[in-house]
């Protein structure tokens, strides 16, 4: 009976040193993290950064917010974007003095960038991490890493030719909360984790804009499942600190697309404001009107697009059950129209049990704290408060940064994501999504050159 206990396995593998294999092999994701910093540090030279994708996320957390906060020792020496009026735009609102470009290539051929950060439309980052890579760079790449399977063996086959490194930006797991909920897990505070119940709703304003944008076609955005839940699924495979094996998954189009009574190209156009309750006036956010408005002559893109335009492909409800290879188990959902957006999880221990709720769009005048709950089975229950963060994504947009720009900053809870990570966090959604177009079960093993571990190849610190 205590063998197949799965403390017991891990146990074993780790006492018989079963798992030291392919440890040694691969640069682990903290000695990358330091690499950027070191390098500033090494040379005095300030780092070189270009980038791709002169939107939102590029010109806000990746531009602007990097001048203000770190220029000691970072510069910029090259924006791209395919769209000549935005990148001219996101030069402005970055704040940026170096040259602009629309051919990629000749970008990284003229500047040369230590390192080149992807903040483009999710279905391109492979081709920009792959060539970034094989053209000299590090790499920095937004979220998810790509989109289906073919793609992340590219990006893997390339980081290993070119000896290159390629950073996942998880900002997630940088949130004080979800690093204290890792703390207590890592502690044996439940005793050995055995299964997990994870809940996430966006809400019918921030989660809806989801379907207004690119990100409503699988082709751009590889649907929710990987836009979205690779936050999640990365959460997931930190905290179990094992790789997922199997997924079984269900996903439908309930509430927007198709379903909505009335619709029209974008809200600018349509003749249903006064009824839609999604109608969203971009006329009054002077930076989308000049990110997006401005530029539409070049691509087409409408920022304001219809919630219920009939081309949204992606599901607005989903459920998984993930299987990992440490034999915990995963019961998994998203739901985009709920009136409030953050999650419910819980950790089922052998000695207990975490319970913790995130309302992310909670009223002022509610608690200035994050409730974390820990029960131990025949004991008392101890309520941990986390306070609120002060910087983007609960605190963890500044933290990142920090850990990727400042020399010397430990990295104790393993935050730092590598390529391995990157991929994982996509290959579960990707295999959500295989399972529920064919029907069969779906083995993370088979999609790429990954093979599921029972335990993560670092050490444990605390
Ligand atoms: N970690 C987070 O919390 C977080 C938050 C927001 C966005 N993101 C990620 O950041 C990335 C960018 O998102 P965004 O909201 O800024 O989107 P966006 O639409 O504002 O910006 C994307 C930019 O990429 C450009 N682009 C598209 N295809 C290109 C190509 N082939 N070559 C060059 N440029 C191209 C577009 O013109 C646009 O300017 C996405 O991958 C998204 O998932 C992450």
């Not at 600190?241 to 079984?248: F, L, N």
């Not at 969203?280 to 893109?301: C, I, P, V």
Request: aromatic content about 10%.
């Amino acid at each position: 009976m205590e063998t197949n206990h799965p403390m017991s396995r891990r146990r074993f593998l780790a006492t018989t040193g079963a798992l030291a294999g392919t440890a040694l092999l691969t640069s682990t994701p903290a000695a990358h993290a330091e690499s950027f910093a070191n390098q500033v540090k090494n040379t005095g030279n300030k780092l070189r950064l270009a980038m791709v994708g002169t939107g939102h996320r590029g010109t806000g957390m990746w531009g602007k917010e990097l001048l203000r906060e770190y220029s000691d020792r970072m510069e910029f020496v090259g924006l791209c974007d395919i769209n000549p009026g935005r990148l001219e735009t996101g030069k402005r609102l970055i704040g940026a003095d170096c040259p602009t470009f629309t051919d990629f290539e000749k970008m990284m051929k003229e500047t040369k960038p230590d390192v080149l950060i992807v903040t483009t439309v999710d279905n391109t980052h492979d081709e920009f991490i792959v060539k970034g890579m094989e053209m000299g760079a590090d790499i920095i790449t937004e979220k998810p890493m790509t989109t289906d399977e073919k793609k992340i063996q590219r990006i893997l086959d390339a980081e290993e030719r070119t000896s290159k490194t390629c950073r996942v930006t998880f900002n997630y797991r940088y949130s004080p909360h979800r690093a204290k909920i890792w703390e207590l897990l890592h502690n044996g505070e439940i005793g050995e984790l055995t299964s997990v119940d994870f809940h996430w709703y966006l809400d019918t304003s921030h989660g809806a804009d989801y379907f207004r944008r690119w990100h409503r076609l699988v082709e751009k955005s590889g649907s929710l499942w990987l836009h979205k839940a690779s936050h999640h699924f990365d959460l997931l495979n930190w905290w179990i600190d094992s790789d997922p094996e199997t997924v079984y998954a269900l996903g439908q189009l309930n509430f927007y697309g198709k379903n909505g009574s009335f619709r029209a190209e974008n809200c600018r156009t349509c003749p249903h404001t006064a009824p839609c309750p999604f109608f969203f006036d971009m006329t009054k956010n002077q930076r989308l009107m000049d990110l997006y408005a401005a530029n539409e002559s070049y691509d087409g893109y409408l920022r304001d697009g219809c919630v219920f335009k009939t081309d949204i492909n992606i599901f607005d409800k989903m459920a998984a059950t993930i299987q990992y290879a440490n034999g915990v188990q995963v019961s998994y959902s998203l739901t985009a129209y709920s009136p409030y957006e953050g999650y419910r999880i819980a950790f089922n221990g052998t000695d207990g049990r975490i319970d913790a709720w995130i309302q992310e769009s909670k009223p002022v005048s509610d608690a200035n704290y994050d409730e974390i709950v820990l029960f131990r089975n025949f004991g008392k229950r101890q309520y941990i408060h986390i306070p609120f963060g002060t910087s983007g994504h609960g605190g963890g947009d500044k933290l990142l940064k920090d850990q990727i720009f400042l020399p010397n900053t430990p990295d104790p809870m393993k935050q730092c994501a590598n390529t391995r990570d990157g991929a994982l966090s996509c290959l579960i959604g990707i295999a959500a999504r295989n399972n529920i177009a064919s029907g069969q079960v779906v083995n993370i093993g088979d999609l790429t050159s990954i093979q599921p571990e029972v335990e993560k190849r670092y050490k444990r610190i605390l």
